[in-house]
């Protein structure tokens, strides 16, 4: 029996014995470019997937107005678009330096074109957890503390609805003042969010 | 001897079994402003001092003049100001907003800039994957990882000129900056 015990004690230490000589042997991945853990993306999906899935918000924000998208596109022009990037350019150097790499909603691609007569769809309830809380060790931060509830609504509702997009919150999206496209080697300049105030 | 392999195996199995459950429930931290996990920060530090250790070549800083500085803060300016902030400005909105927070370089009362040279210049160009810093091995070359990582050791004593340039990108435009990236400008709004 107490052979046993110890036995049962020396097996639940190993792994986590092993794991910390492992970080300590400096062969961990620590560089964006390193491949992951074994498990890695398994462990960390499963966590997220089952935290959002028990702190879902009951209710869902409704389909947005026209002016609801246009903010949304504002807000996410200040503050997303750095890292989930924009119509018709290239992510940024950024966002393609990160571990993991920020999900690119524009694609790069160009915007579909409007359709009038399809209603707009609500916001989806996972997007808003994400933007009000962020999803740690990622780089994705959460905004509870710096947008109001309606601009969390709004944006969440404006990343519902990326595909179908009146004129005005694509006007508001890509800015007055249009940047030419960049090559990937030149850093960028339309980096950084515009607004300080807050 | 049985005994001994049972009670070992289960052993192992029982916290990874313990650790995915734990997962599984919905309680582990996801939210940024979630407490971190026992251990995290001291693990996760480990694993990072010892690869950074490991994999560093120790670099040189030479030739660090005000003309590489202000070169430095124009890249700062541009790729890292929006987490790592700028001189006499309240960290921005995602820079508050992230897990891990990332350091503010800039604030009075911030944490000394004490990497050595050399560590500054593998994060830069390497990143670290899992807190958001990007590595900006494919986007910069040598000459400007050098000058940005010149500009971050001695962020506590930088002159007038290269914090005129750390703060205000668009004002340099007219000069013939060194790697330069057109204006840097920021398209709306601000002051």
């Known amino acids: 029996m107490k052979k046993y015990l110890i036995v049962f004690i020396i097996g639940i230490l190993l792994v986590p014995g092993a794991f910390y000589l492992y970080l300590l042997s400096g062969h961990a991945p620590v560089a964006v470019s390193a491949s992951p853990l074994p498990f890695e993306r398994f ?68 915007l579909d074109s409007y359709d009038a007569a ?14 009000k809380n962020g999803v740690r060790l990622t780089g994705m931060p959460g905004f509870s503390s710096s947008f109001s509830e309606q601009q969390l609504r709004q944006v969440s509702q404006f990343l519902g609805n990326a595909r179908n997009l009146p004129p005005d919150a694509v006007a508001a999206l890509e800015g007055n003042t249009r940047k030419p496209p960049q090559s990937t080697t030149v850093p960028k300049a339309r980096q950084r969010p515009a607004s300080r105030r807050k | 001897m049985k005994t001994f392999l049972i009670g070992f195996l289960i052993g192992i199995v029982l916290l990874p079994a313990g650790f995915i459950w734990y997962l599984r429930s919905g309680n582990a931290p996801v939210a940024t402003s979630a407490p971190p996990l026992p251990l995290e920060r001291f693990l996760v530090r480990t694993a990072m001092h010892a690869t950074i250790d490991r994999h560093e070549t120790p670099i040189q800083l030479t030739n660090v003049n005000q003309d590489s500085l202000v070169a430095g803060a124009q890249l700062y300016q541009q790729n890292c100001a929006v987490c790592h902030g700028t001189p006499g400005e309240p960290p921005t909105a995602i820079a508050k907003g992230m897990y891990p927070r990332p350091p503010q370089f800039f604030r009075p009362n911030a944490r000394k800039m004490d990497d050595p040279a050399s560590e500054v210049y593998w994060k ?36 007038p000129a290269v914090i005129g340039a750390l703060k205000n990108a668009p004002a340099k435009v007219s000069e013939p900056a060194p790697p330069a990236s057109k204006h840097a400008p920021s398209p709306h709004k601000t002051t």
């Open chain 1, 43 to 110: 462990f960390a999906r499963l966590a997220m997937h089952a935290t959002i899935a028990r702190e879902l918000p009951k209710a869902e924000a409704g389909p947005p107005t026209d002016s609801d998208l246009v903010s949304g596109a504002q807000t996410y022009r200040q503050y997303c678009g750095v890292c989930h990037g924009f119509p018709n350019e290239q992510p940024t150097v950024i966002s393609k330096g990160m571990y993991p790499h920020p999900p690119q909603f524009f694609h790069s691609r160009p």
């Open chain 2, 124 to 159: 830069v160009k390497n990143g670290i994957r899992l807190t958001g810093m990007p590595g900006f091995y494919a986007s910069l070359n040598d000459g400007q990882i050098r000058d940005l990582s010149g500009l971050l050791v001695n962020a506590a004593s930088l002159p």
């Open chain 1, 118 to 131: 399809r209603p707009y769809r609500p916001s989806d309830r996972k997007v808003y957890w994400k933007i």
